[in-house]
């Protein structure tokens, strides 16, 4: 059921939970002995010129993202241009943020592309596998530093390598499910009805486009090369941030640590507010940090996401139409 000049109950239901959720971690966490005058202190002594390094490199990431995209689409015989591409990531990074959904971003970015593609499931598969390949790499940067470091957080909390080994079992049942008709068959056992038909059509559009890329061949592996250049800088990025907040943490544990946050972000909350600093505080506690640095760590993250979303918004005012840049280009 839908309102006639307002968005759905559903929407409003789910935008209440996540609020729910933001606002009851940060009541926790501010009520569990934080001192805020000690995280005024960290903040304020936080080292400028490293931090803006940080946001630099969450920007250099964006054009990386952006030239992996378009390595991808070429295998699916579309050329968009670097700069449409890089303008609709820009955009998405603004839905992302200031919207009350985490996939606002994905949404936007198809549909910017389905001007070039001329069709859903070419659109959605490509955004989709871009997150995907950039998780395989996240598992795999988790898996080897838990294998070959002694890091005590995997030990004290057995929860996180449960979660890894769950994430990768995740990515293996994908890759089956594209691979060898499985998806197909689940679908087809499921009661007919207008749900599961929709589910079929698009799963069937979705496996036509993702299955390309997901081939063992040159598209994946570009796409692997590609997500591994940009988990690297990722990784390196809030390395660099917890250098900034004076965080004594090895590097290498943070080829952990970070595919554990970012993978904790995709809860639902706010912005991933709330759940980025408890998060913080568990992970980071295991190396002697209070928990005012590591509230401090996630501040200064969601900081660097709202100055990135904020460009993003000023690129969506600016911006030519998606429809207008395509026709220009076939012109």
């Known amino acids: 059921m839908t309102t006639e000049n307002g968005p759905r109950p559903g929407k409003l239901a789910g935008f209440g939970v996540r609020a729910f959720i933001s606002i009851g971690l940060l009541a926790i966490i501010a009520g569990t002995s934080l001192e805020f005058d000690q995280l005024w202190h960290v903040l304020a002594s936080a080292s400028a010129p490293l931090l803006l390094l940080a946001l630099a490199m969450r920007l250099g990431g964006i054009l990386i993202s952006a030239a992996r995209w378009r390595a991808m689409l070429r295998f699916q015989g579309l050329r968009p241009p670097i700069r449409f591409l890089l303008d609709s990531y820009m955009v998405g990074a603004f839905f992302n943020t200031f919207m009350p959904t985490s996939f606002g971003g994905d949404v936007m970015r198809v549909m910017d592309l389905q001007h070039w593609s001329r069709s859903v499931g070419r659109s959605v598969s490509s955004v989709f596998m871009e997150r995907v390949l950039g998780i395989v790499i996240l598992v795999i940067f988790a898996v080897v530093a838990m294998v070959s470091f002694p890091l005590s957080i995997a030990q004290e909390v057995p929860a996180v390598p449960v979660g890894i080994a769950c994430a990768a079992g995740g990515l293996v049942g994908l890759f089956i499910a594209v691979h060898t008709g499985l998806g197909d068959e689940i679908l087809e056992r499921l009661p007919r009805n207008r749900i599961t038909e929709k589910l079929a059509r698009g799963w069937g559009n979705f496996r036509e486009g993702a299955g390309q890329l997901m081939r063992p061949g040159p598209a994946l592996g570009i796409g692997l090369g590609y997500s591994l250049l940009l988990q690297l800088n990722v990784v390196v990025h809030y390395w660099i941030i ?84 395509v026709q220009d280009a076939s012109t």
């Not at 290498?252 to 809860?267: G, S």
């Not at 506690?285 to 900081?303: K, N």
């Open 242 to 325: 917890g250098m900034g907040l004076g965080l004594d943490i090895p590097m290498v544990d943070y080829f952990f640590l970070i595919p554990i946050l970012i993978f904790a972000l995709m809860l639902p909350a706010i912005n991933g507010v709330g759940v980025r600093e408890a998060t913080a505080i568990l992970l980071f506690s295991a190396y002697g940090v209070p928990a005012e640095a590591a509230v401090a760590f996630g501040l200064v993250d969601l900081g660097l996401t709202l100055v990135t979303g904020a460009i993003g918004g000023c690129r969506f005012v600016l911006r030519r139409s998606p429809g207008a840049v």
